[in-house]
């Protein structure tokens, strides 16, 4: 019953990918802007989004993920998303030592979570940028 689920997930987003604007996604991602009426940044199908601001859902996610953290501490700015089997989301955030003399710096906080029944929300990476 997952692979027919899985499967149908698959069909669907690849669907998807195919309709936009009438054209496939290699003919969108080979096009150039002036062609297409679009910026140069569009999102290709599996790619990431742009960086945009976080919606309250995504700010629970984040609090939610992080909350056992220990040693410093991360402020979310923005958030890039890509649908996997589930949602990966990376979170441009400030992060901020906690110790006597603190650094703060930029970090990017990369999260999965999985589909519904699947687990729950995991921090996969985290890296300085």
Not at 80 to 93: I, L, P
């Amino acid at each position: 019953m997952k692979s027919i689920v899985i499967s149908a997930f698959a069909a669907a987003a690849l669907t998807a990918c195919a309709a936009q604007g009438g054209k496939t996604a290699a003919a969108n991602a080979t096009a150039r802007p002036a062609e297409t009426g679009k910026a140069e940044n569009t999102t290709m199908c599996g790619g990431y989004t742009g960086q945009r601001p976080l919606q309250e859902q995504e700010k629970q996610l984040f609090r939610r993920v992080t909350d056992k953290l220990v040693g410093v501490r991360y402020t979310p700015e923005s958030v890039a998303t890509q649908v996997v089997a589930g949602t990966n989301y990376r979170f441009v955030c400030m992060a901020e030592t906690i110790a006597r003399e603190p650094e703060t710096f930029r970090a990017e906080v990369t999260v999965f979570q999985p589909l519904p029944g699947q687990g729950e929300a995991r921090i996969t990476e985290i890296r300085r940028l």
